[in-house]
């Protein structure tokens, strides 16, 4: 189930590798303060308190806003401060890596002074009983929260970029840019926006996968690795293949529990990650944000 | 108000407020999940006493901070305007900074100037022991700021020289220190050979190791493209951790060892034996410096050297000379690896304990920021940066001021990253191959390899 987590994440750096050929190793960070954003508004909201069936949904939803909110926020002023001045420049793309990887370590050590540098526990905002079963395996409430959200999530994206006006700029950029400024789309805008779908997405997976496990500062970094890997699975680039990736390296993860020693089920994503690399580098539906997506 | 907004002197004022404000967060007092505004509130609420002289609001400082670097913009801004060319203002004045380091421009005369510089450094790393007597004081230079110079010179050949992001470079400290422990007997793994009594033997085994260890990691992953290869690298850091702290039969696992011997070297008449005094640590590191210093400059004019460049501007067009990419790349990552193996064993032999919690990413960051601080393929630059920051952080963490935690050093060094990603991409002192790339960039007179790497850019300049 993790799967849908992994997908949501990877949409972020697929699509920011659509527009500007970058891998955006900040994105990890996003995903962190969109987990912190809604664990705060949690325990505003619920603090101690049992919610009610109807409040548990509306508190749900208010901290899927405030974490994609903040995600998206904190993606754009990744853009703005780490990208955007080298893109003015045109640096080198070591260049764009360098400030990238800059910008995580200065957000994540920003946020572990602010907030304290020890896992915190997140006030639930249900109580997570066993809803139902099938074939032996026990189906919790987190489990549905995941998939309903994921699902609505992954299709509302996939349907705006794929129809409405503005996905039709992220797609023109995506494919040529040049050619795309000329035809009139703002390419900071554009890309700008794509940072901010990609971080709402990031934000509000940061905070489904913080509801079982807490926030700490650190949370971002194997997660993303892990979602980074699936995008690549999948074939870096395109969206489909972003979800595809994710759900796979999802069930991928799984069924090694049987078979690896638990302390190594990190290094699975990472196996996966090379191999991909070294056989199918254009993973398995290839690279194409521009064509399909 | 969106006109208002969008007044460049508004737009300024604005940013660099918020810079301001921001600086001043980060140097603020900590806050917690408890009380998650203290940090903020605290920042600006508190005073800050300056050098035990004066004392002011935070808030105050933060304001008057933003009106002095208004005010030095617009002047600046103000001088470069009468002064008709502001380029050519800026090139005089970068100019006369640089040769004042490196001297001339002029070949020979560049060459000796280094030679002079070389040779006072030498005097000054030989007398450096009788100035700082104290040896607590002479244990944090050689493993707080030699072995990082070490790493950030061997890094330097890795990212400066042959253009490869590596940020799993740790690895190679790692396997260093771990084979001294190994050699030398102190891992649960039984030594290769019987060398309790010449553990100087790990320093060639060490280094022989880890270009081993460049070579295996380097085949697979150097195939790949640069930013795949950045985050793959990480993935072998990551693993190499994980490995050292699970694998409890071989490498001691999450305790790791503290059994190492100091090193010695019984050969014939030559006998000698490192202790816990640090001088002879030093003496021993230095020369290693000196020596990875000579090797690695003679190689960066080299055949190899050249083919490294080659690959980086533009590996299409290598390959087409005939030039191997892979092989050289692999050569890089070896060679590089030699003196993070070297500085893996002074760290084992000198601290006599190896733990998994020494090798973590963020040591490879750390390294990362050395060379991108002191300029990428800049030997000199990357050692006086190296130089200039662990001395930085040996004095914070030695006195650290109020509200500065040794944990936020990466912090500052994520920030510095950025900023000098932003405004000084080549380095402080950056070679003159990279410095020349630049100006061509900024005058839109760069090969295309160097223009085009990255997808979309406006082709307009940004108005100031």
């Known amino acids: 189930m993790n799967g849908f987590i992994y997908a949501m994440v990877a949409i ?282 | 108000m969106k006109e208002l907004w969008r007044n460049a002197h508004v737009k300024r004022i604005a940013t660099i407020a918020l810079i301001a404000a921001v600086v001043t967060i980060m140097t603020g007092p900590e806050g917690n999940g408890a009380e998650p505004t203290a940090g903020f509130t605290g920042s600006f609420a508190s005073h800050v006493t300056f050098f035990g002289l004066f004392t002011a609001q935070r808030w105050l400082v933060a304001l008057l901070m933003t009106v002095v670097v208004v005010v030095l913009t617009w002047s600046v801004r103000y001088v470069n305007r009468s002064w008709s060319d502001r380029t050519h203002f800026r090139g005089q004045a970068v100019q006369a900074m640089t040769s004042m380091i490196q001297g001339s421009k002029r070949r020979s005369k560049f060459k000796s100037t280094r030679y002079v510089f070389f040779a006072i450094g030498l005097v000054l790393a030989i007398g450096l022991p009788h100035v700082i007597t104290d040896n607590s004081w002479q244990t944090q230079i050689v493993q707080q700021i030699l072995v990082y110079v070490l790493l950030a010179i061997g890094l330097n050949v890795v990212t400066g020289f042959a253009g490869l992001l590596d940020l799993g470079f740790v690895a190679f400290y790692a396997i260093g220190a771990y084979t001294t422990a190994w050699v030398t007997g102190a891992l649960p793994t039984p030594p290769p050979f019987h060398t309790h009594l010449n553990t100087f033997f790990a320093i060639p085994f060490a280094i022989a190791l880890a270009m081993l260890c460049g070579v295996l990691i380097g ?110 790349k692999v050569m890089a990552f070896a060679i590089g690896a030699a003196s993070a193996g070297f500085a893996g064993v002074v760290t084992a032999s000198q601290t006599l304990f190896v733990t998994p919690p020494t090798f973590t990413l963020q040591f490879s960051i750390n390294i990362l920021v050395l060379v991108i601080f002191g300029g990428m393929g800049s030997i000199l630059g990357v050692v006086l940066g190296g130089l200039f920051i662990q001395i930085f952080v040996v004095y914070l963490e030695h006195s650290p001021p109020s509200g500065y935690n040794s944990q936020d050093l990466y912090m500052y060094l994520g920030a510095l990253l950025v900023v000098m990603m932003i405004f000084r991409p080549a380095g402080l002192f950056p070679s003159r191959r990279r410095r020349r790339e630049v100006n061509q960039i900024k005058a839109g007179t760069a090969p295309d390899a160097l223009l085009t790497n990255i997808g979309p850019h406006s082709r307009v300049q940004e108005e100031t």
């Not at chain 2, 000698?272 to 640090?278: A, C, D, M, S």
């Open chain 2, 219 to 328: 085949l697979p992953t150097l195939r790949l493209r640069g930013d795949y290869l950045a985050i793959v690298t990480l993935g072998f850091g990551e693993i190499i951790y994980l490995f050292a702290n699970n694998l409890f039969g071989i490498t001691g696992g999450a305790t790791g060892t503290n059994q190492i011997p100091f090193l010695s070297v019984h050969l014939g008449a030559l006998k000698y034996q490192w202790g816990l005094n640090p001088v002879p640590y030093y003496y021993l590191t230095v020369g290693f410096v000196v020596l990875f210093l000579i090797i690695f400059s003679s190689l960066e004019h080299s055949r190899v050297g050249r083919a490294w460049v080659a690959i980086r501007e533009d590996e299409v067009a290598a390959e087409s000379l005939g030039i191997n990419p892979l092989k050289y």
């Open chain 1, 12 to 293: 972020g750096y697929t699509m920011v590798y659509g527009v500007l050929r970058l891998i955006n190793f900040a994105h990890s960070e996003i995903f962190m303060s969109g987990a912190f954003a809604s664990f705060f508004l949690m325990k505003v909201l619920v603090g101690n308190s049992t919610p009610t069936a109807v409040e548990s949904i509306l508190y749900l939803i208010a901290g899927i806003l405030i974490g994609g909110v903040v995600g998206a926020v904190v993606a754009l002023g990744i853009e703005r401060v780490a990208y955007r001045p080298l893109r003015r420049r045109h640096a080198p793309k070591l260049a764009y890596l360098i400030s990238a990887i800059g910008a995580s370590y200065f957000i994540y050590n920003f946020v572990g002074k602010e907030f304290g540098r020890i896992n915190l526990s997140i006030d639930a905002p249900y109580t997570n009983n066993t809803v139902f079963t099938i074939f032996g395996a026990s189906v919790q409430t987190y489990y549905i929260v995941i998939f309903v959200v994921g699902v609505i999530m992954l299709v509302s994206l996939e349907r705006l970029v794929a129809t409405s006006k503005l996905g039709r700029g992220i797609r023109a950029v995506a494919q040529d840019a040049e050619t795309a400024s000329l035809m009139g789309v703002n390419i900071d805008r554009t890309i700008a926006v794509t940072f901010m779908l990609g971080g709402f997405l990031g934000g509000v997976a940061g905070f489904l996968y913080s509801i079982p496990v807490g926030v700490v500062y650190t949370m971002g970094f194997t997660p993303a690795i892990k979602a980074f890997s699936a995008a690549v699975l999948g074939g870096i680039g395109n969206l489909r293949g972003a979800v595809l990736g994710g759900l796979l390296l999802g069930v991928v993860e799984s069924f090694s529990v049987a078979f690896v020693n638990g302390a190594y089920i990190d290094v699975v994503a990472f196996v996966v990650l090379v191999l991909v690399l070294m056989f199918r580098p254009t993973g398995i539906l290839g690279e194409r944000l521009g064509r399909s997506a």
